[in-house]
């Protein structure tokens, strides 16, 4: 079993930073994939970005070149850095880790963009 517990979010206006943090009770080193989803008010839930083991990164069209995923294994922490933010960013984030077998979930941390 491993917890997630995601942190780094709030309101900010549009145009704004943010940096999520996902922490994990155990070691993510052996996780295949790690990765941040979104859902926002009446959608349905989409994959933000993932990152793998290797290192190896991939981005939904709508975040390239404004958002970036790393991972920390040495403090079993996955970041997501989120720069230029918009009004649509707007969504409850979730971390996600998977480990070809099992997938785990965070509870969410909520970012809200103002226009």
């Known amino acids: 079993q491993v917890q997630l517990v995601e942190s780094g979010g709030g309101l900010v206006q549009?145009?704004?930073?943010l940096r999520l943090s996902c922490a994990a009770s155990r070691r993510i080193f052996s996780m295949n994939v790690m990765g941040w989803y979104r859902q926002a008010p009446r959608k349905q839930r989409e994959?933000?970005?993932?990152?793998?083991?290797?290192?190896?990164?991939?981005y939904v069209d709508s975040v390239k070149g404004r958002f970036t995923i790393s991972r920390d294994n040495a403090k079993?922490?996955?970041?997501?850095q989120m720069n230029s933010l918009k009004p649509e960013d707007t969504a409850v984030y979730y971390c996600n880790a998977f480990n070809g077998v099992y997938e785990y979930?965070?509870?969410?941390?909520?970012?809200?963009?103002s226009s």
């Open 14 to 17: 549009a145009g704004g930073s």
């Open 47 to 58: 994959l933000v970005a993932g990152i793998s083991s290797g290192g190896s990164t991939n």
């Open 76 to 80: 079993n922490t996955v970041y997501l």
């Open 105 to 113: 979930w965070g509870q969410g941390t909520q970012v809200t963009v």
